[in-house]
């Protein structure tokens, strides 16, 4: 398996969760405190670091951030290409994405290019641009050192694109221990086809949209056995990052404390021993028992919502109350987060839903969420 960095922290930081701050009545990106954290993230040894066109805001900051801050060289820049509806109109406008984020960015090139989160519901857009080729062009051109793709599908989905397209040169997949078996998400049987096809694994989604980071007490409990002092987080990312395919495992930190915390075992990484290993099997057991909304905080789904109802946070406002049973905080949360668009409102148009890499039934979930936290 050909190796695609030197001298690489398997830390990346990935640019899609930054922190905010309000400014003139509008939530923004928190530059000052963004460049903070990849000062701390560079001088640890970390290099790779994730955008997308998609994620608001965050390739300008990445420009801000880094890379008027930092030799070129000095760190490998990954973002993506996003051809779904809500992203491109057409063809020209899905190619027109490498242009807006080179001038977004400032970067000149990208170490990294994605097609971005494919899933048998959208590769016919991929498929019918013609973006595969498309982004061949680019590495041949050098605007793009390598290519490769995001991924939520079936494992045997992963299999007929890596059949179809042996020169991918990686796949960034979503892994983490509560996933792991997962009959949707299918981390493991994604991994290992991956493996097969010989393509280094870039890994999104350690911590589960930061849902590992604050887990129920069963979970913490089966941790402490073995290390009470270590974060919930650590726990997460040290798994994924165990696996010997794993390339980067990519982390969203939000501030400065959670870049502290994920230097503090990722500068000098240690692989899970068995005893640990154990301990996350138990984790992963507690948390399989508790019934919860399985959503990742994406936001792929809220573009294109009519009624701009605030999905994830609304959803994360339930799991409150189905994964702790605090009805007064997930009330208080789902005010805070509903405005003017409560889970009610939803029309049940149905574009959420194609939207959703989890494949979450969206609408009954809203249904659920209204009758438990309104009124």
Known sequence: MGKLIDNCMKLGFGMMRLPRITE??????????????????????????????????????T????????????????????????????????????????ERTGAGY????????????????YNNYGLWDYVRQLKEEGIVKHWGFSFHD??????????????????????????????????????????????????MEPVKGGTLADPPESVRAAFAEVNEKASPASWAIRYVASLPNVMVVLSGMSNREQMADN??????????????SRAVDKAREALNAIDKIECTACRYCTPGCPMKINIPALFKAMNIYKVYGNLKRAKYSYRDNAGESPASVCIQCGQCEGACPQRLPIIELLQETAEALEG
Not at 35 to 42: C, E, S
Request: hydrophobic share 40%.
């Open 263 to 276: 230097l503090s075992f990722m500068e000098n990484f240690v692989p899970l021993d068995e005893a640990e």
């Open 63 to 102: 420009r801000k951030a880094l890379v008027e801050r930092y030799p070129r060289d000095a760190y490998y820049l990954a973002t993506k290409l996003n051809a779904s509806e809500f992203a491109a109109k057409d063809e020209q406008a899905a190619k027109d994405e490498l242009r807006i984020s080179l």
């Open 24 to 61: 003139g009545g509008k939530e923004i990106i928190d530059i000052e405190q963004t460049k903070d954290m990849v000062d701390a993230f560079m001088k640890a040894g970390g290099k790779y670091v994730d955008t997308a066109f998609v994620y608001e805001g965050s390739e300008e900051a």
């Open 110 to 125: 990208f170490d990294f290019y994605l097609l971005h989160a494919l899933g048998r519901g959208n590769v016919e857009k």
């Open 154 to 203: 079936t494992a045997d989905f992963l299999d007929e694109l890596l059949t179809e397209h042996p020169d991918a040169e990686f796949v960034q997949l979503q892994i983490n221990y509560a996933d792991w078996e997962d009959k949707d998400v299918q981390s493991r049987a994604c991994y290992e086809v991956a493996t097969k096809h010989g393509k280094p694994v870039i890994v």
